[in-house]
Structure formats: structure tokens, C-alpha cells
């Protein structure tokens, strides 16, 4: 895709999104996100961004993906990561079936999600669900699921060997009152005879891994978005409020935190379109980094805008919520930091 | 030199404790962090059971710490209905003790401070609300902002305009009682808080409110002093606010990794966030018992004081992220991510960090000119 393609498809998405998504942020922080929104961001081509055309997706190349679900976090981290895993979870998974491919081409058209059953490395296995397949069948449960009122949920079973399973319907579920993505939302759900797809019969868990791995540079596009939508408003907050006869952004600790953010949110911006070339311990640091700076840039945000900043109406308060959220679940018990380490070193290392 | 705390404030942290931890349920928490409801029946529980007992500064700095460390938006929301009520005692007459602070006493009324306004809250010289002598009261116009008990309290302390500003912008401010019951009153409870939802936070609106002459709060002219003397004894109450949520963050973070696998358990990192939580919780604490020794003593040193407010708040934040950092899915599905939400109010409210270190170092600067 030439620049000039890109940027035509980036501001198209900004366009939307802006009159579209960001009306629709108060809403869908205590409902979800709903079906008429996604549907509508379907029509755009917006949702099966990395999707062949004959299911229905836009087919932009790696680096344009990760610039629009840039954009799109920088409205809604919630929309962003819920096509984030339409993309680099449901897509590599779905599409080697016909019957998968159905599917997606519903996802794509924003008429039906795919939710994902979270592994947390951490816990025990009991803690997290103990999903079955015995003879085709399903029993138990999941409990941390993303995007649990899905109609399609995808899951690792615990079984050895692990298969995956994608359901055909939608699941009984139990939501948690979750700090962040609420449009997303995190709940446990039953699986029992649940109708389903088997995806992978055997090396489920190597395969999770390796798409959890690939899911690393959305999980930083996504940071990275909700950094620059943070600070973007802290910057425009900070050229008309004065305080002591004097605009915010005139005050140096302000301008010093607010400037040097952004600048750093370009910085990496400008590297995402090469991370995708990168290796796994540069992809690694990089998320690492964006990670953190969104946590940063949304804290000083809130602060930036004081009173206002800690009142929903503002906008920037969920952009914390988000932000700590995706580090909860995506950086989970250090997992990326352990990753990086053994990379470097080429080794097992950083376990102890 | 003694760092332990006197016998009977050791028995009343016990008690508050064990009140809090009884009463304080995650369900009661968690309803009244999302229905945004404030829990007057606790309040007027903690009242009862002499949980909250202003005649001893020790005792309500120890109770808001361990209310605030089982849970903060309840723990604040019981100890907040006097907030204020200092500028009564310090300057106001005793009819305005008589008339309104004894009902606060005697927990039969709640009141509020009201300062900031919609153009602003840190710079409190620049407030626009005025009140204009008529004869032998005074009429209010103007709006405030964010106001704690905003939509419940029977009355509030409220900083206005009385003269226009000399040469000093502080000049001209004065303090008056203003009855939430007046006629031109009104009040807009603002929901959507990120956190401490169980708390009343309004907008205050006043259009041509009477207020009688008596309800002046010491002499005219003088409310900036009187109420940067109010912010100096108050914000080591939100130290103690930090403290508790910092402390909670680390008490429940300790509980869920109980539970986790002895690798993540295990590993040093993990156990080093722990400490490094540990250590500023500690520093807060010595920090805060400090600064309200001197404050307690009649001996205040505000700079210390700010530097606890702004220190335990910035702790409480650290330490409510890092609880998430450690416990992940768990813990942001679960109480802790309440105490996430609830620790950021800290560093904004009654002098944003920011302000604190104006404070702080103004003082530097005025010790070094000396
Ligand atoms: C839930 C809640 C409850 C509250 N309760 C009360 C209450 O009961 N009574 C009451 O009167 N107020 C109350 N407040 C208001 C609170 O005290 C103010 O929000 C706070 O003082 C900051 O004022 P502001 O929001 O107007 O921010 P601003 O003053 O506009 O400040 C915005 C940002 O600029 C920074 N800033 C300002 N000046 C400087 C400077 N010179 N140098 C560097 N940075 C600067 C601030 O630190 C802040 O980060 C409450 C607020 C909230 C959110």
C-alpha cells in the first residue's frame, strides 16, 4: 500500500471514528459495545482489516493494520482491541475451515465477534477455568474471557494434548465489574455442551502461544493509540486553561511532561510501521514500552486536566483504566519481560 | 526519639480496624461504588460506635488510615461529613459553633467546604463567587465546583468574594456559613467519578442566596488565610487517605498471591515490587506521623505537611498500580482494581501535587531569603 493510500485509509478511520465511535464511548462503557456500532464500523471495512477480499476484509498490509488500530484505540481502546482479536486471534484460526471462514465473513461485517478465553500463567489451572473435550464433547468452564458476550468464544482446553475450540453460539456468562475495557468486557463463562468447532486437535498451547506472541505489536499499537488520545487532550486542555493568570501549558512542569510524552508516542508511532520487520526481542521491547507509556501518559493526563480529569465526561479517566488494564492482561506476570530476557540472552534466564 | 504511637491510639486503630473490617464487606463496597450511592448508614454507624472521634486529631488520622485501607470510598465517605468544620473552631464565633458545628459534633447534621469553582480549584485567589452587603446580611451569586457532600450536606463553608482585590489578589476573600436549605441554592450531584463513587461530590449553584452577617466566619477580608490554615491541617488527613489505600493495595496484593504458583510467587521481581510498595508505604507513614506531631502540637510546619500529602498520595498510586501490575487478571476483576480508581483522587484534591510542591518549595525559598 503506497503513503498515500495509507494516510487516505488513516484519516478516513479517523474521520469515523471521531464522529462515530468517541459519541458512543459514555454508552458503551456501561453496556458494551454494541452490535449496531460494530456493525456500522463493519460497513467501513474497518473491522477484517488483515482478512482476504473473499471474506469480506480489506487486506491492508501489516504496517497499515497497526497504524489504524492505532488510530482507532486513540477514540476507543475498547473497539480497537475487540478488532484486534478479530485479526490476529479469530482470523489465523478460523480461516483454514470453510465452516471458520463463514464466520469471519459475518466478523467482518461487524454482525457477529469472536471473544477470547485468557491464559494466565500465574495462576493455577484450576483458578482459570478447566475446559474438556472428551469424545467431542464439552464440559467445564473458563474464567477469564474477553469479550465474553461473543457469539463465537475461542478456547485452549486443558486437556493434554490441548486442542482449541471455537463455539458456535454464545455462551452463559458471568461478567465482572472489570476495571478497563468495559466495551470489551471480562467475564467466566460454562462451556457444557456447548456446540463447537475444533480448530487445532493436538498443540493447542503452542499455537495460542505463538498467536498470543504475534498479538504483541496490536497490544503496543494499542498503547500507543491510547497514549497519543491522552496526551492529545492534555495538550489541548493545556492551551485554555489558565490558572494564577497564566494558560497550563505555560507552567514548565506541565509543557516539560505533556511535550515530551507526545514526542515519544511519535517516536514510536514512527517505529510501528518497521516493527512489523522486527525481531522478537525488539517486537517485545517495543510493547514493553508502549505499554508503560500509556499507563504514564494517562495518569499525567487525568492530572493535567485536575478536577475534570476524574470525571467521566472528560474522556481521559477511561484511557487509565484502559491502559492499566492492558497491562494487567497482556504483560501478565511478567510474562513479556521473562520473553525479552531469554531472548537477549539467548537462554533461559530471569525466572528466579 | 519514639516511633510508637501512645497506648489508646493503638487501641483505637484496633477498633477502628475491626469495625471496618466487619462492616466494610465488598459487597456493601462494591454496591455503593456502582450505584455511586453514599453510605449514610455506615456513617451514622462509625458515628455511633465512636469510630469517628474529631476531639482527637491522632485518633481520626489512625481511624482514616485503616478505614481507607479496607476500603477507601466508604472510609472517606464516613469520615468526610465534618469536613471544614475546622474553620468553625479555629475562627468562628460561638454562635456559628453553637448553631452549626454542634450538630456536626453530634452527628445530627453533615457539612462541606466549598472553594473551588468552575474556572478553577488551584488558584483559590481567583474565585468569582461575590457577596454583597445588604444592610445586615449578604448576597451570595456565583457557582462552585466538585464539592464533597455537595447534594447532602445541611451547610457549607464557603470561600466568596467580599471586596475587589487590592494590589494582592488573596486580599478581599471571606468565609461564611451558607445553609444548603436557602432559598437560591441549588445543587447538581456530578456522577461518572472515576473512582471513591461512594463519596457526594455536586455543583453548587447560588443566585442571590441570603446569608446572615453572623455567619461570617471571623473577620472580613481574611478568608484566604483562613482557609490556606484549613488546607494545612486537612491535607494530613489525605495523607493518612494515601496511606490507607496504599497500605490496602499491598494487604490484598499479599492475599491473591497467596494463591498464585510458587515460580511467580517466587521470583524476585515479584518480591522486590513488594518491597519497594513496603518501603514507601513506610516512608508515607513516617512522613505523615511527623508532619502531624508538629501539626498536633500547635507547632505546624506546612511544607512538612505538604510534603506528606504529596508524598503518601504519590505512594498510594504507585502502590495501586503496582497491585495490578502484580496480580493482573485477577486483580482488575476484583476489589483491588477499586482502590486503582479510588488513589488518583488523591493527588488532585485539596491541592493537586503540583500544589503541593509550590508549597513546598516556597517555603525553601522563603527559609533561604531569610
Ligand atoms: C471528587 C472531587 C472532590 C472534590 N471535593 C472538593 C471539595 O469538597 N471542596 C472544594 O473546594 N474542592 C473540591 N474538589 C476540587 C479539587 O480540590 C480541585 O479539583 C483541585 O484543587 C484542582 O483544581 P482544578 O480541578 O480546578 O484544576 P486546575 O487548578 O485547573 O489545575 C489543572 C492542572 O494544572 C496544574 N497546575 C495548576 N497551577 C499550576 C502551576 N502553577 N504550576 C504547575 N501546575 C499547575 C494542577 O496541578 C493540575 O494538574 C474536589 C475535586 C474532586 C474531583
Known amino acids: 500500500m503506497s503513503d498515500e493510500q495509507r494516510s487516505m485509509l488513516i484519516s478516513a478511520a479517523d474521520e469515523f471514528f471521531s464522529k462515530n465511535v468517541e459519541p458512543a464511548n459514555a454508552l458503551m462503557e456501561k453496556d458494551g459495545i454494541s452490535g449496531d456500532l460494530m456493525s456500522r464500523i463493519g460497513s467501513q471495512g474497518f473491522v477484517g482489516l488483515l482478512f482476504p477480499e473473499d471474506i469480506g476484509g480489506s487486506n491492508v498490509d501489516a504496517a497499515t493494520y497497526l497504524l489504524m488500530l492505532e488510530e482507532f484505540a486513540r477514540f476507543s481502546p475498547s473497539v480497537a482491541l475487540l478488532i484486534a482479536v478479530q485479526n490476529s486471534i479469530a482470523y489465523p484460526l478460523l480461516s483454514a475451515t470453510v465452516e471458520g471462514k463463514e464466520v469471519l465473513k459475518a466478523i467482518a461485517m461487524g454482525k457477529r465477534t469472536a471473544g477470547i478465553a485468557l491464559s494466565v500463567s500465574s495462576m493455577s489451572r484450576e483458578s482459570v477455568g478447566n475446559l474438556k473435550l472428551e469424545k467431542g464433547v464439552l464440559t467445564g468452564s473458563k474464567n477469564y474471557i474477553l469479550s465474553p458476550s461473543s457469539e463465537t468464544i475461542i478456547a485452549l482446553t486443558d486437556d493434554k494434548p490441548a486442542a482449541i475450540i471455537a463455539t458456535k453460539t454464545g455462551l452463559p456468562v458471568k461478567k465482572y465489574h472489570a476495571l478497563g475495557f468495559r466495551g470489551n468486557g471480562v467475564g467466566a463463562a460454562t462451556f457444557d455442551n456447548a456446540e463447537h468447532m475444533i480448530l487445532m486437535r493436538e498443540n493447542g498451547d503452542q499455537k495460542m502461544r505463538q498467536i498470543f506472541d504475534n498479538l504483541d505489536l496490536d497490544v503496543a499499537a494499542i498503547a500507543l493509540g491510547i497514549a497519543k488520545g491522552a496526551m492529545q487532550k492534555a495538550m489541548d486542555y493545556s492551551r485554555v486553561r489558565s490558572t494564577f493568570g497564566h494558560l497550563l501549558k505555560d507552567y514548565s512542569p506541565v509543557a516539560f511532561s505533556v511535550s515530551s510524552m507526545l514526542e515519544e508516542v511519535s517516536r514510536l508511532t514512527a517505529d510501528l510501521e518497521r516493527t512489523v520487520d522486527l525481531d522478537a526481542a525488539a517486537r517485545k521491547h517495543f510493547k514493553i514500552r508502549a505499554m508503560d507509556l500509556a499507563v504514564q501518559a494517562s495518569r499525567q493526563s487525568i492530572q493535567t486536566h485536575g478536577g475534570y480529569g476524574y470525571l467521566q465526561d472528560f474522556g481521559v479517566e477511561k484511557f487509565y483504566r484502559d491502559s492499566t488494564s492492558l497491562l494487567a492482561i497482556f504483560g501478565e506476570g511478567y510474562s513479556d519481560k521473562r520473553d525479552l530476557a531469554d531472548q537477549v540472552y539467548g537462554e533461559k534466564s530471569g525466572f528466579l | ?370
Open chain 2, 1 to 370: 526519639m519514639d516511633f510508637d504511637l501512645p497506648e489508646d491510639i493503638v487501641q483505637h486503630r484496633d477498633k477502628v480496624r475491626e469495625f471496618a473490617l466487619k462492616e466494610f464487606t465488598p459487597e456493601i463496597a462494591r454496591e455503593h461504588d456502582l450505584e455511586e450511592k453514599y453510605p449514610d448508614a455506615l456513617r451514622k454507624l462509625a458515628f455511633d460506635r465512636g469510630i469517628v472521634d474529631f476531639t482527637s486529631p491522632w485518633k481520626t488520622l489512625v481511624a482514616i488510615e485503616e478505614l481507607c485501607r479496607v476500603d477507601p470510598g466508604l472510609g472517606i465517605s464516613v469520615t468526610v461529613p465534618y469536613f471544614g468544620a475546622e474553620t468553625i473552631m479555629l475562627f468562628g464565633s460561638d454562635l456559628l459553633k453553637e448553631k452549626y458545628l454542634a450538630k456536626v459534633n453530634a452527628g445530627k447534621a453533615m457539612m462541606g467546604l466549598a472553594v473551588t469553582e468552575p474556572g478553577g480549584g488551584s488558584d483559590v485567589a481567583g474565585i468569582k463567587t461575590e457577596a454583597k452587603k445588604v444592610e445586615d446580611k449578604y448576597i451570595i451569586n456565583g457557582a462552585k465546583m466538585f464539592i464533597t457532600n455537595g447534594s447532602i450536606a445541611d451547610f457549607f463553608v464557603m470561600l466568596v468574594r467580599t471586596s475587589k482585590p487590592d494590589n494582592k489578589r488573596h486580599h478581599g476573600l471571606s468565609i461564611f456559613v451558607v445553609d444548603s436549605k436557602s432559598k437560591g441554592f441549588s445543587a447538581n450531584k456530578l456522577k461518572g467519578k472515576l473512582g471513591v463513587r461512594a463519596t457526594d461530590t455536586a455543583e453548587l449553584v447560588l443566585n442571590n442566596v441570603e446569608v446572615p452577617a453572623e455567619n461570617m466566619i471571623g473577620e472580613e477580608g481574611k478568608g484566604f488565610y483562613y482557609i490556606m490554615t484549613f488546607f494545612n491541617i486537612s491535607r494530613i488527613f489525605v495523607a493518612a487517605q494515601g496511606l490507607g489505600v496504599a497500605q490496602g493495595s499491598l494487604d490484598r496484593t499479599l492475599a491473591i498471591l497467596k494463591n498464585r504458583n510458587e515460580g511467580y510467587k517466587g521470583m524476585e521481581e515479584v518480591n522486590f515490587t513488594i518491597a519497594d510498595m513496603a518501603t514507601r508505604i513506610e516512608a508515607s507513614r513516617l512522613l505523615t506521623y511527623k508532619a502531624a506531631s508538629f501539626l498536633f502540637q500547635f507547632k505546624p510546619k506546612p511544607e512538612l505537611t505538604s510534603m506528606a500529602k504529596a508524598y503518601a498520595s504519590e505512594s498510594a498510586v504507585f502502590c495501586a498500580e503496582k497491585a495490578l501490575e502484580l496480580t493482573g487478571l485477577e486483580g482488575i476483576t476484583g476489589d483491588l482494581e477499586r482502590y486503582f480508581r479510588d488513589a488518583k483522587i488523591l493527588e488532585i484534591w485539596e491541592g493537586t501535587s503540583e500544589v503541593e510542591k509550590l508549597v513546598i518549595s516556597r517555603f525553601l525559598t522563603k527559609e533561604e531569603k531569610a
